[in-house]
């Protein structure tokens, strides 16, 4: 199942487990629908929050095990239920949708961690749950990850993201290199665009390798699937390098090719490789 707003996260890939892949793609479609109703279409933000809203009364009738729900939050209510899932992650989901929807700056690299555990790091927690590893130390460590990821998307997206009038780059390091939030792809702004940008690679490559050595712990096809998670987020930052940081020009992504080599390196990954 191709994830759009989740990219760097393959959800019920080949590598899941069948007995799995329905509670993800139960998970999957709670977060891709809500997502949508904070940023898709021409909705006003009232009408965007109030359709939060109704998931987090969705939410609080299953929390309630009252029946009557529709179809999709019956097949959340049923995976729920089949692997006592915790309802934390899901209202921390919403928590970070509604936030989309008033918030568009972030002043410090905090602020936008707080953003982070409840936009992405619910995701990686969920995940452990269904396979029965939700430990501290694993949950730490897929913390690091998942927010290493959201990051990893906040470069490559940062064009896209500025013609939607939101920057993800934290106020502060823009201002530490002098670059104006109003003006970040003027030609004149380049040399410190890239040395800005050259911190913002650095300090998420050391956040993902953090959490790496969950990667290497987990056994099966979990621990296979993390590791390309892992490998796919630093071969990403490897591709923004490659651009010279101006992913105003172009977008760096993952073509076949990369996958390849994601699969190779994640074969090959131990911890003494980190």
């Not at 940081?245 to 172009?250: A, E, N, S």
């Amino acid at each position: 199942m191709p994830v759009d707003h989740y990219e760097n996260f393959p959800v019920a890939s080949i590598l899941m487990p069948r007995r799995l892949r329905p509670a993800v793609e139960a998970i999957y479609a709670f977060a891709r629908s809500a997502d949508d109703i904070a940023d898709e279409g021409d909705a006003t933000p009232a009408q965007r929050l109030a359709g939060l809203a109704a998931y987090e009364e969705a939410l609080g009738r299953i929390e309630r095990a009252e029946s009557g729900h529709e179809p999709m939050f019956e097949r959340l209510a049923a995976a729920i239920a089949h692997h006592k899932l915790p309802l934390r992650p899901f209202y921390d989901l919403l928590s970070a949708f509604k936030q989309d929807v008033t918030v568009t700056r972030y002043q410090d690299y905090e602020t936008l961690l707080d953003y982070c555990a409840r936009s992405a790091n619910p995701v990686g927690r969920l995940m452990l749950h269904l396979y029965g590893a939700a430990s501290a130390d694993n949950v730490r460590d897929s913390d690091a990850i998942c927010s290493a990821l959201q990051i990893i998307n906040f470069l490559q997206d940062v064009a896209i993201d500025e013609h939607k009038e939101r920057i993800y780059l934290p106020m502060e390091d823009l201002l530490r290199y002098a670059l104006s939030p109003a003006h970040l792809a003027r030609p004149d702004n380049k040399a410190k665009w890239r040395a800005m940008m050259k911190f913002q690679v650095d300090r998420a490559r050391a956040l993902m390798l953090e959490g790496a050595p969950l990667a290497c712990r987990l056994k099966g096809r979990i621990g296979l699937e993390l590791r390309m998670v892992v490998q796919g987020g630093l071969r990403i930052l490897e591709a923004i390098e490659e651009v010279d940081y101006d992913v105003f020009l172009r977008r760096p992504k993952l073509k076949k090719r990369d996958w390849y080599k994601v699969f190779w390196r994640a074969l090959r990954m131990k911890p003494s490789s980190l």
